[in-house]
Nanobody
């Protein structure tokens, strides 16, 4: 599977953005899918994930209640809806696919990665 992330940009604190992760080569509901982010000088951290069935989602505590993972199987695309954005959400965001098919929180569980899309939240 090939993954293409998009939708990043500059937004003011309190605003919203929707990131997209378009997949090609295989259906996204074959995989567990996740979002990670990496701020300058920091590790790549877990943001959220969805299992292959779509029935299980998990989120980092820092984004719970503000971010939501969605899938459109007709477009073979996963989304990250980000609301109430904060300056500390500023990072490059990556989508990933896991053949383990679970909503995994560990980046070691992911087999395929898209290129990142940059999100900047101004205060």
């Amino acid at each position: 599977v090939q993954l293409q992330a998009s939708g990043g940009g500059l937004v003011q604190a309190g605003g919203s953005l929707r990131l997209s992760c378009a997949a090609s080569g295989r259906a996204i509901n074959y995989y567990g899918m996740g979002w990670f982010r990496q701020a300058p000088g920091k590790e790549r951290d877990f943001v959220g994930a969805i299992s292959w069935t779509g029935r299980t989602t998990s989120y980092a505590d820092s984004v719970k209640g503000r971010f939501t993972i969605l899938r459109d199987l007709t477009k073979n695309t996963m989304y990250l809806q980000m609301n109430s954005l904060k300056p500390e959400d500023t990072a490059v965001y990556f989508c990933a696919a896991s053949e383990a098919r679970l909503a995994s929180v560990s980046r070691d569980e992911y087999d395929y990665w898209g290129q990142g899309t940059k999100v900047t939240v101004s205060s």
